[in-house]
């Protein structure tokens, strides 16, 4: 926390994975509350057999504690560890996009080997009273267009630095007017600290790449980014 805040992080989104995630999440809170905002949602990966027991759980809490979440997520499809679990992933993503617009708040999607299937899933639920952010978004520049088209943003982190990403070249045609910032904590931690334990203080190397590909001053597009996340999750 304490480098973040150096680094000039002054709010950290939380996405919930599972119930194991929640309690740990909420601990994190008690102690830093105000930098600290919570999603509250079921990770594709841990859709398992009893998802719809723990997706009732969930819907309860989203009852009793609407303003205790600024978003549902992590929310989405994951095709690159199970295939076979490809139905119900899509069933849990709709109960669940069905939250943001009956609690009128935003997502934050998960898509891994699964553009296809997310894609339908969006185009079917296409509406101005859905939007989210893209989690982690490595899609195609045709893949952005649309995804901007339909009110959603793109969530970039540190992929964006790694020499064989296109995301830079996607986001020199779509500008940055519907991108945030993120970590994807631990993982995928920017150049030079690839390999690494991501952390929130490295969203500021993510920011200067951003800002050295795309002509633009770190303090751009340190106000874009941040002014965009205060918009979409309501902070």
């Given at each position: ?72 997520g ?50 079917q ?83 200067e790449h ?26």
């Amino acid at each position: 926390m304490a480098r973040a805040q150096e680094a000039g992080v002054t709010d950290m989104l939380l996405p919930n994975v599972d119930d194991l995630s929640l309690p740990r999440m909420q601990a994190l809170q008690m102690r830093y509350p105000g930098s600290i905002h919570l999603m509250l949602g079921l990770h594709p990966c841990e859709v398992n057999e009893a998802w719809e027991e723990v997706l009732d759980g969930y819907e309860a809490l989203w009852e009793a504690q609407q303003d205790g979440f600024v978003a549902v997520g992590e929310i989405g499809l994951d095709l690159y560890w199970d295939k076979s679990t490809l139905d119900r992933q899509v069933q849990a993503l709709n109960r669940q996009l069905d939250w943001c617009i009956r609690y009128q708040k935003p997502f934050s999607m998960h898509v891994r080997d699964a553009w296809g299937p997310t894609m339908e899933v969006l185009r079917q639920r296409a509406c101005p009273e859905l939007s989210g952010v893209m989690h982690c978004f490595t899609g195609s520049l045709e893949i952005a267009q649309e995804l901007l088209e339909m009110g959603h943003s793109l969530g970039i982190g540190g992929v964006a630095t790694f020499k064989t990403a296109k995301v830079v070249e996607v986001l020199a045609q779509v500008g940055l007017d519907q991108v945030v910032l993120e970590t994807d904590s631990p993982y995928l931690a920017p150049t030079p600290y690839r390999g690494k334990r991501n952390e929130s203080a490295f969203v500021l190397r993510v920011a200067e790449h951003l800002a050295e590909h795309l002509g633009l001053s770190i303090q751009e597009v340190d106000r874009i980014t941040s002014d965009n996340a205060r918009r979409i999750f309501k902070l």
